[in-house]
């Protein structure tokens, strides 16, 4: 009926969409961290309410304020954010998970300022994984037998061994999500800017769709593509 027609592509539907970088305590003072801005979150997050989506807006740190219009859920670590996702991931038919995760965090985290003694280790401080939030989000689906359609990304660089598409590639494989964004990086690209480059890779096997622009113009191929594939159902 006319409510499917009104409001765009995405009308009705309801978007957990994670963004911005965790960051990890170390000790009162300091936390493992990484650069991602939380710009391209913020922008899906726009283009899918432009869409008709409503939005939940899992935000890890972000550079810059988020989005007017989401339901903003504000986290500081992996495992807070995980949580988040784990609690809300039912209520929703979209998963976009555009958080930078911090693969690990510190295995203790000591409650006073850990100090430059003579008498302590050269590093003090001992690691251990972060769960794999998207792999659990897609695990936890498919036991649940429910529909989310669920989109990763992906920052890559190429090394010798591969190059940037071989590893989404791969990385699309491992995760089991429909959708993966996977976008080239390095300390000069990217990460902070406004404009973006991405390749979208479908599990389905449809053609790789590159998409360069500012982030805004990214985002809304990103939605178009997500419409497209809740379309094929
Ligand atoms: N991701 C996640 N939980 C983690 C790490 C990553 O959910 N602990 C998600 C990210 O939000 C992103 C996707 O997985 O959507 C890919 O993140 P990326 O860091 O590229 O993949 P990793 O599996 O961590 O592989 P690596 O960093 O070794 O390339
Ligand atoms: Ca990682």
């Known amino acids: 009926d006319d409510q499917t027609d009104d409001g765009g592509p995405l009308a009705g539907k309801r978007i957990l969409l994670s963004a911005g970088g965790t960051r990890e305590p170390i000790d009162p003072v300091r936390f493992l961290g990484n650069r991602s801005s939380g710009k391209q979150g913020a922008a899906i997050a726009r283009a899918a309410l432009r869409a008709g989506a409503s939005v939940t807006f899992v935000a890890a740190h972000l550079d810059v304020p988020p989005p007017a219009g989401v339901e903003l859920v504000k986290v500081e670590t992996a495992v807070e954010l995980r949580d988040a996702m784990v609690e809300r991931v039912a209520a929703a038919d979209v998963v976009v998970m555009s958080a930078a995760v911090a693969d690990f965090r510190p295995a203790r985290r000591h409650h006073s300022k850990i100090k430059k003694r003579d008498d302590v280790p050269d590093a003090p401080i001992e690691l251990v994984r972060n769960p794999d939030i998207l792999v ?22 190429g090394d010798n061994g591969a190059d940037v598409l071989a590893y989404g590639r791969a990385k699309l494989e491992r995760k089991g999500c429909e959708l993966l964004v996977v976008n080239e990086v390095g300390t000069d690209r990217v990460f902070g800017l406004d404009e973006n480059s991405v390749t979208i890779l479908a599990k389905d096997g449809s053609q790789p769709q590159h998409v360069a622009g500012s982030k805004d113009e990214v985002a809304e191929a990103v939605v178009v593509r997500i419409a497209r594939a809740l379309d094929a159902r």
Do not use: C, H, P, Y
């Open 136 to 157: 659990e989000l897609v695990r936890r689906r498919d036991a649940a037998g429910t529909q989310q359609l669920i989109v990763g990304f992906a920052a890559e660089t």
